[in-house]
């Protein structure tokens, strides 16, 4: 087994770390406060290529490989998790279309993607406990001009934004099954909400999405029709694997801060570095990230090859819901009340981390796939 | 009230607790501090120069301050203790309201969740009765030291455990709703009047103090 990442990917990650620091250091204080969409930043990525990693280069993109994007998003995260999360919620949405669109969708809209021109949205949640149940749920009738939606999609991010939303919305009630669309955002009766309010990654934009009798053609079906589900959970176990490394990237940047104050900080006549209690704390983040990144690379690599992942990817999930967020209480108490200052940057941290390990819904749980799978 | 040194040679016991008024000649505040969490209870810096108080103004004996901290401080842990029950107690009424709001009109969902649900209900009972227990010694005027250590760093421990979970159940609505709030207010529960470390150290002190007879002994010494 070979945890030695390529020259290749080492240099990708390092180019995403240079982009970091250059770009976004210098606003992720500012983006924390203001909340509004980063749109140079953005610009500045798709010109660096970061915004068509996974996408095949005939159609414009780096073709990186999944490897090396979870190393761009970890490099992205160390210095602005809400920049990074753009990133991901874009390329899911490229992602999407890529592995179930026909070569007319492929063409429309990818290139496109890869030079940021159009950003991706993915739309799959809704309020009620499981999409197609709740009172407004988005319903696709079909009809002789191709389909016509109506209802809500919740919680969608880069809402407003993006350019192209993959859309899942109930083509079977009976059945309960799903199926996807590609919808632009300037169809009529497409109404992004007021932006939500949100405790951390201030700068991508969560809205509810409605659908007012939005028409849009048979040739927007992505994939196969009532195959919704499938293209969902996949898509959704990819993300995941993408969201560790963002949990990974801000985890990493903390316990490096936080190691680094402890050795100036001087209690009882030394630094808190040297009591057992500070380094022990120190020690088991270091350690869950450390884990967390091997976790997540052997699922991006399993990606990558072609090969299931989707055990592999709620194993990583799991493990970050429950030790995702400790990252930063641990590292926060670490730098103690001095830490819990916003001139200090564990506080930003601190609420990003908490947004990127989110289950997604109740009722959803990896542990599920993980029992099942245990022969 | 304010702590100075008043025998810089004398260490711990060369500090005394004074009682200062506003608006002294002298008496400003400096930098208004931005935190994670609590942020409607200001925290600032005091700078003072060249204040002068009167003798009287002195609360307690010269080089007693330290003293004075550590008693204020048994008294202060449990009302930390306190406002994290309640944040914790109100993460779970959220969850519970959420969950019985998604799923109206159907069972409710997996042993995963409702396990989620009653770890959470078991967590603030819990610390709720250490908090109780700490005060029923102090009103019997029984020594409660360790036991105000105990419920300030059991509950403040609960709240952050009870809030991150509430967070994470909640998902989205979690994120964009006033549970981050309680997340984030729960953490300086864990760091203010003494870190649960320095807690730690407190009940440690406690739980390996001699053993009666050899205290005994080295009482008669």
């Known amino acids: 087994m070979n945890f030695e990442l390529t020259e ?250 936080a190691a680094a104050y402890a050795k100036q900080r001087v209690q009882f006549g030394k630094p808190v570095a040297t009591l057992q209690a500070i380094q022990t704390l120190l020690a088991e983040v270091a350690t869950d990230c450390h884990l967390a990144r091997l976790g997540l690379q052997n699922a991006a690599l399993l990606i990558e090859e072609g090969k299931p992942f989707e055990v592999e990817a709620a194993m990583i999930k799991s493990f970050l819901v429950r030790l995702g967020s400790k990252m930063l209480l641990d590292t926060c108490q670490v730098e103690g009340g001095f830490g819990y200052s916003e001139f200090m940057p564990l506080p930003r941290m601190f609420r990003d981390i908490a947004g990127t390990n989110l289950l997604d819904a109740p009722g959803d749980f990896p542990e599920k796939l993980i029992a099942a799978s245990i022969a | 009230m304010i702590y100075a040194l008043t025998d810089p040679a004398a260490g711990m016991k060369g500090i005394s607790a004074f009682i200062v008024e506003r608006g002294l000649p002298g008496f400003t505040i400096g930098t208004v501090d931005h935190k994670l969490g609590i942020r409607s209870s200001n925290t600032v810096e005091l700078l003072l120069k060249d204040v002068h108080i009167p003798a009287t103004s002195l609360l307690g004996k010269e080089g007693e301050g330290m003293k004075i901290a550590m008693k204020t401080l048994d008294m202060a842990r449990p009302a930390i203790a306190a406002l994290s029950v309640g944040l914790a107690q109100r993460a779970l009424d959220e969850c519970v309201k959420h969950v019985q709001k998604t799923f109206v009109g159907k069972t409710y969902p997996g042993q995963t969740l409702q396990f989620k649900l009653a770890d959470m209900q078991i967590l603030v009972d819990a610390a709720r009765n250490s908090l109780h227990e700490a005060m029923h010694l102090r009103d019997a005027g029984l020594p409660y030291s360790k036991e105000s250590a105990i419920s300030k760093t059991f509950c403040s421990d609960v709240a952050m455990q009870v809030t991150t979970t509430a967070v994470s159940l909640m998902g989205s609505y979690g994120y964009t709703s006033e549970l981050g709030k309680f997340m984030r207010d729960s953490k300086i529960m864990q760091i203010y009047e003494g870190t649960n470390q320095i807690q730690r150290l407190v009940i440690s002190r406690a739980v390996l103090a001699p053993p009666p007879a050899a205290a005994a002994q080295k009482a008669g010494k």
């Open chain 1, 8 to 257: 290749e990917q080492q240099l990708i990650g390092q180019s995403a770390r240079d982009f970091a620091k250059e770009y976004l250091e210098p606003i992720a204080v500012e983006l924390d406060h203001t909340g509004d969409f980063p749109k140079k930043a953005v610009n500045a990525l798709a010109k660096h290529d970061f915004l068509g990693l996974l996408i095949p280069g005939d159609l414009g993109g780096a073709e990186a490989g999944f490897v090396s994007y979870v190393e761009v998003i970890e490099n992205l995260s160390r210095y602005c998790a809400a920049v990074a999360s753009i990133v991901n919620n874009h390329t899911i949405a490229a992602y999407a279309i890529q592995n179930w669109g026909t070569a007319e969708q492929k063409k429309k809209y990818l290139p496109g993607m890869a030079k940021g021109e159009i950003l991706g949205g993915f739309a799959i949640f809704e309020h009620g406990p499981t999409p197609g149940v709740g009172a407004d749920a988005l319903v696709a009738i079909k009809q002789d001009v191709g389909y016509v939606l109506n209802g809500k999609k919740a919680f969608v991010r880069n809402a407003g934004e993006a350019g192209v939303y993959v859309v899942f919305a109930t083509t079977d009630p009976a059945l309960g099954a799903l199926t996807a669309f590609l919808v632009e955002a300037d169809a009529i009766g497409v109404k992004v909400g007021e932006k939500l309010e949100t405790m951390g990654l201030k700068g991508c934009p969560v809205a509810d999405i409605t659908f007012e009798n939005v028409v849009i053609p048979e040739t927007a079906v992505l994939g196969a029709v009532n195959e919704g589900t499938a293209i969902s959970a996949k898509a959704l176990a990819v993300a995941s694997v993408a969201e560790a490394a963002q949990t990974v990237g801000i985890g990493q940047a903390a316990v490096e801060h």
